[in-house]
């Protein structure tokens, strides 16, 4: 084989090598190789990776943190309102509606009357919790 052959062949794999190694690397949009690494990163624009909000989930979330024999799982309602937005915790009040509650009891129970849920969260956070939620969400508590 003549010297150059050798450096032909030599050439052509170096960029066969360089164009193999590119495409093993290059990554879309999701972060996934474009030969199917499996490299993973949220995308600002990609809202198939960012959880789907549904306000009647978050609904039965509170509705159940709220609705407690033994007492409020304060915990559960900062957890399910984090990262909800003013818009979202509209939609979530508009969903929950009105439902039953017993101010002496303090849940859904015979004799109470059909609150909201500003009401439901006034009567079952003490005032610093509820004046922190007011204050992330003013248009609407």
Request: no cysteine.
């Amino acid at each position: 084989m003549t010297d150059k052959k050798k450096v032909i062949i030599i050439g052509v794999s170096v960029v066969v090598l360089g164009v193999g190694v590119y495409l093993f690397t290059k990554t879309n949009k999701n972060g996934k190789s474009l030969l199917g690494g499996n490299k993973k990163y949220i995308d600002e624009g990609d809202i198939n990776l960012v959880p789907a909000f549904s306000a009647s989930q978050k609904v039965a979330l509170l509705y159940d943190a709220m609705n407690r024999y033994m007492g409020t799982d304060e915990t559960q309602i900062f957890e399910t309102l984090t990262g909800v937005s003013q818009a979202q915790f509209g939609l979530i009040s508009k969903t929950f509606g009105l439902k039953n509650y017993n101010r002496i009891l303090g849940y859904n129970t015979i004799g109470g009357s059909k609150l909201p849920l500003k009401t439901w969260l006034r009567e079952e956070l003490n005032d610093a919790d509820y004046n922190l939620l007011r204050k992330k969400f003013p248009l609407y508590l």
